[in-house]
């Protein structure tokens, strides 16, 4: 059996518990969504946790209970800030012990042996995980230059809670990656010493799904965003309209599909087989399926014209 076969089939350690738990969380949310309006949950609180933005606008005011909880939901640029500071750290010191024999600090070696890495050797797991910390990395970027010169945020809000799990969010996705690398003592290991030497088609394939999906990310919010500028490109409104072009032709939420196929990208850069980033896409999964059902329903209520042939999240299915 291969090492990294069977690293796979090892006891389910703390960072898979973690995945499993989110994902079997928003899968049972998004569950409870689609129940016929007279069995769904009416808690107030519950609602606020799930919903944010645009969908926390209801036709009666909110409980003063749950505004005190609000934050700004142009905070959204507060975890891209975390990700690339802290997942650029992760990258360099993997870059250092990739290409310059460093060792890791023992700090982040120790939380890594705390989270469940394994000290394995073998397959094309070093090369995978360095670009798909690039990707996450890159990614991140993208997204705080979104939020900062594309997006254009009105006053609505999130709660505090989803913008504290924001946080976490990306220094715990960071980790995973991380933790893929086969690790000799505190040093990344190189099957025969050569990182380029693992190079392998997947490792194309997933690059060139990383780019197109991100393009298409892209090209959704910026479509977003001029809905409230005027062609000199100047904000003249807050207003919620309704998007055309790209992907919004077939589904309310691109963006959030764009999402998933980014970390779909990155699984095909794991060659396939990695079971723990695949409980991250399945995560991902549910929870941008969750706020894309939850931002179709808002459309719809909304404008009577809304297109009916679109999809919440997936096109054509759902």
């Known amino acids: 059996m291969s090492p990294w076969a069977e690293a796979e089939l090892s006891a389910l350690n703390p960072l898979r518990a973690v995945w499993l738990t989110l994902t079997a969380a928003f899968l049972l949310t998004l569950l409870l969504q689609l129940l016929p309006p007279g069995l769904l949950p009416g808690c107030a609180i519950f609602q606020d946790l799930i919903r944010y933005g645009k969908t926390k606008c209801g036709e009666s005011p909110r409980p003063a209970a749950c505004r005190a909880f ?30 310059l024999g460093a060792p890791f600090p023992s700090w982040l070696h120790g939380l890594l042996r705390i989270l469940g890495a394994a000290q394995f050797q073998g397959g094309e797991l070093a090369l995978s995980a360095f670009l798909v910390l690039v990707f996450l990395w890159l990614h991140s970027l993208r997204r705080l230059f979104e939020c900062l010169y594309v997006s254009v945020f009105s006053n609505v809000m999130i709660h505090v809670v989803q913008y504290c799990f924001g946080l976490v969010y990306y220094v715990l996705v960071g980790l995973t ?5 086969p690790m000799d003592g505190r040093n990344a290991y190189v099957t025969g010493k050569n990182l380029l030497m693992q190079a392998r088609w997947f490792h194309i394939l997933g690059m060139m799904m990383f780019i197109w999906s991100s393009a298409h990310q892209y090209k959704c919010h910026v479509i977003l965003g001029n809905l409230r500028k005027n062609k000199a490109g100047v904000v003249i409104h807050c207003n919620h309209r309704i998007p055309f072009g790209d992907w919004f032709e077939y589904v309310s ?3 959030y599909l764009a999402e998933l196929m980014i970390y779909v990208s990155m699984a095909v850069t794991f060659g396939f087989h990695n079971l723990t980033w695949w409980l991250v896409v399945t995560n991902v999964f549910f929870s941008q399926a969750l706020s894309a059902f939850l931002s179709h329903q808002f459309y719809k209520s909304k404008f009577v014209s809304y297109p009916k042939h679109r999809k919440a999240f997936l096109p054509f299915l759902f």
């Open 70 to 99: 609000d934050v700004p939901k142009r905070y959204f640029s507060h975890f891209y800030i975390i990700s690339v500071l802290w997942n650029g750290f992760l990258l360099w010191c993997l870059t250092q012990s990739l290409f």
């Open 177 to 181: 990656v991380l933790s893929q690398v």
């Open 253 to 255: 939420s691109p963006n």
